[in-house]
C-alpha cells in the first residue's frame, strides 16, 4: 500500500519547498489589526501600530483556548511562549499548532510552575473550566501579568470577587471573555444608534435566546485517555466529567451560564443598569446523567430612569430553532443583533417614529427595502405595491475576522496604550451576579430580587 | 465482526460546505464512533467557517474584499489550501483556478495574489501595480479543493482516534479510504466504491476498491454542465467525467475538477510526471482512458 504523504510524489514538489520559496524574508508589518477607536479596521488597510511584542502565555488550551490562540497568530506583535494544560491531548495541539507558525512554545502542565519559570511573560490568556478561572487568574495577576480571562469569570460570586479584588491590588489588566462588548457590530449598533442616536426610543423590552440542537457528551481518543490518579489530582472524577465539565455543578453554571451569560451580558449594556428582580423556570427533563438544567426560561425586570423594563431569555439544548440573537425593542423601533450576522443585523423602524434616512445618509445604517415612501418627482403621493415590506435596516458593519479577535485587540492595546478595557473584571462581575443568580431563581421557583449594592466589589 | 445491518449504527451523516458529509466505521463501539463523528464533523464546521466565501468573517471572505496593494493575515488551513491551489494551477497551466470568477464578468485575467509567510504567521497580498478583476478585486472560492482539504483533515482526527477502518465521502464527489470494509474477507481489501457513472466505456472499470488514498470524480452527469474551463470562462469541454485518485483527497479533488477541462493529451502527460495519481477520462459515449492503472485495484 503507498503511504499517504504531502507531496505529489513522482513530481519535483514537495510542500514544504514551496513554502521555503514563497516565503519572503523580513516581512512582518503588515497589520489588519483594529484602529484605537473601536471601529474595525477593513481587511487590507494596512495600519503600523507599532506594537512592541507582547509575550503571551495560555492556561487551558482546550476548544476555547484554541479558537483564542488562532486569533492571536492573527495579530501581529504577539508571541506565544507558554501553554499550560493538564491534558496531554490538549498540549500536543495547541504546541504543534503554535509551531508550524514559527511559535515555540514551553509546555506545562502545571500553571504554578509555568509561572514561576517563564520569566519574561506579559500576559496571560486562561482559558479552562469555569471553577479554575479564580485559582490561576489570580497567580498570574500576582505574578504581574495582564489576564484575559474567558467567562464565564467564576461559578462562585465570592471566587469572582477575589478575581476583581486582585486585579486592584496589583493594579494589573483583567479583561473578561465576554467578546460582543468588543465587537464592532454591537459598539456600533449600541453605542452609537441606541445609546447615542436613541434610535429606539424607549427601549422597555428584550428577548433573546441561544437554542442548540441535542448534543451527546463529549468523547475522547483511547490513547488519551487520563489516569485515575491524574484526574484525581486535579479534581475531576472521570474522564466523562473532565470532558463534560459545563453540565456538573462542580465546575459550571450549566447552558444558562455557558451561553445565557453573553448576551444576558448586553441588557445591562443596553438599558445602562443592572437587574432589580429575576424569575426563572427550568429543567433537568431531557438528559440523563448530566446536573444542569438543560432548558431555563428567565425574565428580568429593570428600573430604569425611564421606567421599568423587562427581559425574557430562553436557552435550550434540544432544539436550534433560532439559534441565537437578541432583540433590543423600543417605541421607536427595535434591533436585531446576532454574532452570527444572518441571525440578527438590523433595526425595523415603527410605523410613526422620526425618520432614519438621515441616518442611511450619515452611513449609520443601510437601508434595504425602503417602504412606503412620497416619489417627488412623480406627480403622485404614493407608489402603491402589492404588500410593503416591513422595513429592516442592515447594520453598515461588516465584522471581517473572528470573533474573538476584536476583544483580543482591546486587551493587548489597553497593556500597550492604556485605552480602556471594553470588559474589565467589575463588568464581568455584575453579569456573573446577574447570571448566577438564573440558578437560585429556578431552584427557589419564586421571584428573586437584586439589591444594587449586590454588583458591587 | 458486527453484521452488515448492525454497520448502520456505524454510520454518521453531518451537512457541511453545502454538501452532506458522510462517515462510516468498521470494527468500533457504537458510543465510541458516534465521538469519533462528532470529533471529525467539528473539524469539518470549524474549516467551513475558515472557507466559505458566503460568509464575510470567514478567512475566504476578508481576502475577497482586498484591492491591489492590500494584504490580510490568514490561518495555516487557508495558506495550505491556497497554496496547493496554485501549485495545482500552474502544473495544470490554469485548467484549475480557485480565482478564475475574479475575471470572469469582463474576461479579463483573473487578479493575482501572493502567499507569503511572514515572521509567525500567513499573509494573503493583492499586489499593487495590477488592473483589478472584473468584480473589483479578487475571488477565491475553494469549492473545488475545499471539501477535499477538509477529508484530508479528518483523516488526521481519524488516525488521532485510532480509528483504523473507515470510509469517509464529502457528497460522493470525493471519498477518502482507510483499511478494510465491514465484512471483509481479506486483510488487504479495500472499500468497494463504485466509478464510471452512466458511461459504456468497455475499459472503464466499475468498481474501485478504495484504500490509503482518495477518490474524486467530476461529471457533466449531474447538475448539468457545472464545471467552468478557467481558461475560456466557457463550461468545460475536455472531457464528459473524470475519476481521480491519489493519496491526498485535496488533490484528488482539485484534479478531478481540472481533468474535465483539460484535453486527454494533457492529462496523460500530468499523469506521466505524476505518478501518483491515477485516472479515468471519459471521452465519449463510448471512449475512455486510464492513466496509472497499475495504483488501482479495480474491478469490472
Ligand atoms: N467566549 C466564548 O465564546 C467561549 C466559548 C466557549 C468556551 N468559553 C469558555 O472557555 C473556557 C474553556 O472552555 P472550552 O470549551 O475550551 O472547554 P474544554 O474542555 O474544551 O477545554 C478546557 C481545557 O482546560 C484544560 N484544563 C482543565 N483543568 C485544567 C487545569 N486545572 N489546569 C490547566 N488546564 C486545565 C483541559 O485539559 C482542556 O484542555 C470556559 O470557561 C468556557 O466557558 C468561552
Not at chain 1, 507531496?7 to 521555503?20: E, I, Q
Not at chain 1, 505574578?143 to 494589573?172: F, I, P
Request: hydrophobic share 40%; proline share 4%; charged share 25%.
Amino acid at each position: 500500500m503507498k503511504s499517504r504523504s504531502d507531496n505529489m510524489s513522482g513530481g519535483k514538489w514537495s510542500r514544504r519547498d514551496f513554502l521555503r520559496s514563497s516565503a519572503s524574508a523580513g516581512l512582518g508589518i503588515a497589520l489588519t489589526g483594529r484602529t484605537l477607536s473601536g471601529a474595525a479596521m477593513l481587511p487590507g488597510q494596512e495600519e503600523d501600530q507599532n506594537l512592541p511584542d507582547l509575550n503571551v502565555a495560555v492556561i487551558g488550551a482546550g476548544q476555547q483556548g484554541r479558537i483564542l490562540i488562532e486569533s492571536c497568530l492573527r495579530i501581529p506583535g504577539i508571541r506565544m511562549k507558554a501553554v499550560c494544560d493538564i491534558w496531554a491531548y490538549s498540549q500536543r495541539y495547541a504546541s504543534r499548532y503554535l509551531k508550524k507558525y514559527g511559535h515555540e512554545v514551553n509546555v506545562y502542565e502545571d500553571y504554578r510552575e509555568l509561572l514561576s519559570k517563564e520569566k519574561d511573560l506579559d500576559a496571560a490568556i486562561v482559558a479552562t473550566p469555569d471553577w479554575m478561572h479564580a485559582t490561576q487568574t489570580n497567580a498570574c495577576l500576582e505574578a504581574g501579568l495582564h489576564v484575559y480571562c474567558e467567562k464565564e469569570m467564576s461559578n462562585s460570586l465570592s471566587k469572582a470577587r477575589s478575581m476583581v479584588q486582585t486585579a486592584r491590588k496589583t493594579g494589573k489588566l483583567l479583561q473578561i471573555g465576554h467578546q460582543r462588548r468588543s465587537n464592532p457590530r454591537y459598539l456600533h449598533a449600541i453605542d452609537r444608534l441606541v445609546l447615542d442616536k436613541k434610535i429606539l426610543g424607549r427601549v422597555s423590552q428584550i428577548y433573546a435566546q441561544w437554542n442548540r440542537a441535542k448534543m451527546d457528551m463529549y468523547g475522547w481518543p483511547k490513547q488519551y485517555t487520563m489516569d485515575q490518579n491524574k484526574l484525581a489530582k486535579y479534581g475531576y472524577a472521570s474522564m466523562t466529567h473532565f470532558r463534560n465539565w459545563r453540565w456538573f455543578k462542580k465546575f459550571a453554571g450549566g447552558p444558562i451560564v455557558d451561553l445565557g451569560s453573553h448576551q444576558i451580558d448586553i441588557f445591562s449594556w443596553v438599558l445602562g443598569i443592572t437587574p432589580s428582580t429575576v424569575v426563572a423556570l427550568g429543567g433537568k427533563d431531557y438528559y440523563k446523567n448530566r446536573e444542569w438544567y438543560d432548558n431555563v426560561m428567565v425574565i428580568y425586570e429593570f428600573n430604569t430612569p425611564e421606567g421599568k423594563a423587562r427581559a425574557m431569555y430562553q436557552v435550550q439544548t434540544t432544539t436550534k430553532n433560532g439559534g441565537f440573537y437578541e432583540t433590543f425593542m423600543g417605541d421607536m423601533g427595535a434591533l436585531q443583533i446576532s454574532e452570527v450576522p444572518q441571525r440578527g443585523d438590523w433595526a425595523m423602524r415603527e410605523a410613526h417614529a422620526p425618520e432614519w434616512d438621515s441616518l442611511v445618509k450619515e452611513g449609520l445604517l443601510k437601508s434595504e427595502k425602503p417602504p412606503l415612501q412620497k416619489l417627488d418627482t412623480q406627480n403622485i403621493f404614493l407608489d402603491v405595491r402589492v404588500t410593503a415590506e416591513a422595513g429592516r435596516w442592515p447594520l453598515p458593519i461588516d465584522l471581517a475576522k473572528p470573533a474573538h479577535q476584536p476583544h483580543l485587540e482591546n486587551f493587548f492595546n489597553a497593556i500597550v496604550h492604556g485605552i480602556p478595557l471594553n470588559c474589565p473584571a467589575e463588568v464581568g462581575y455584575e453579569t456573573a451576579v446577574a447570571v448566577l443568580r438564573v440558578n437560585d431563581a429556578v431552584e427557589a421557583r419564586r421571584l428573586l430580587s437584586f439589591r444594587p449594592e449586590q454588583f458591587e466589589v | 465482526m458486527k453484521k452488515s445491518s448492525d454497520q448502520s449504527r456505524l454510520r454518521f451523516s453531518h451537512q457541511a460546505m453545502g454538501t452532506t458529509f458522510e462517515l462510516m466505521m468498521a470494527g468500533e463501539k457504537e458510543d465510541y464512533a458516534q465521538q469519533v463523528s462528532r470529533a471529525v464533523f467539528d473539524q469539518i464546521d470549524r474549516l467551513e467557517t475558515l472557507f466559505s466565501r458566503f460568509n464575510p468573517c470567514s478567512e475566504i471572505g476578508q481576502i475577497n474584499k482586498l484591492f491591489p496593494g492590500e494584504s490580510v493575515r490568514v490561518g495555516i488551513e487557508v495558506f495550505e489550501c491556497l497554496q496547493l491551489a496554485q501549485y495545482i494551477r500552474a502544473q495544470t497551466k490554469a485548467a484549475f483556478d480557485v480565482n478564475y470568477a475574479s475575471g470572469k464578468v469582463s474576461r479579463q485575467t483573473p487578479t493575482a495574489f501572493i502567499l507569503e509567510q511572514v515572521r509567525e504567521g500567513f499573509l494573503v497580498r493583492i499586489p499593487e501595480g495590477q488592473k483589478a478583476g472584473s468584480l473589483g478585486g479578487i475571488e477565491l472560492d475553494l469549492g473545488g479543493i475545499g471539501k477535499g482539504y477538509a477529508l484530508d483533515k479528518s483523516i488526521e482526527i481519524l488516525v488521532e482516534w485510532e480509528v483504523k477502518r473507515a470510509l469517509l465521502h464529502a457528497g460522493t464527489s470525493t471519498a477518502y479510504a482507510m483499511g478494510a470494509p465491514p465484512e471483509a474477507k481479506q486483510v488487504d481489501e479495500g472499500w468497494p466504491v463504485g466509478i464510471g457513472g452512466v458511461w459504456k466505456c468497455a475499459q472503464a472499470p466499475r468498481k474501485y476498491n478504495l484504500r490509503g488514498r482518495a477518490l474524486s470524480g467530476s461529471g457533466t452527469e449531474v447538475k448539468g454542465e457545472h464545471v467552468i474551463n478557467p481558461r475560456s470562462f466557457l463550461p468545460a469541454k475536455g472531457h464528459r467525467a473524470a475519476w481521480v485518485s491519489h493519496p491526498s483527497a485535496a488533490v484528488a479533488d482539485a484534479l478531478s475538477t481540472a481533468f474535465m477541462v483539460m484535453k486527454t493529451k494533457e492529462v496523460e502527460e500530468f499523469c506521466s510526471r505524476f505518478s501518483e495519481v491515477w485516472s479515468l477520462v471519459i471521452l465519449d459515449e463510448k471512449r475512455c482512458k486510464i492513466f496509472n492503472p497499475n495504483l488501482a485495484q479495480t474491478e469490472p
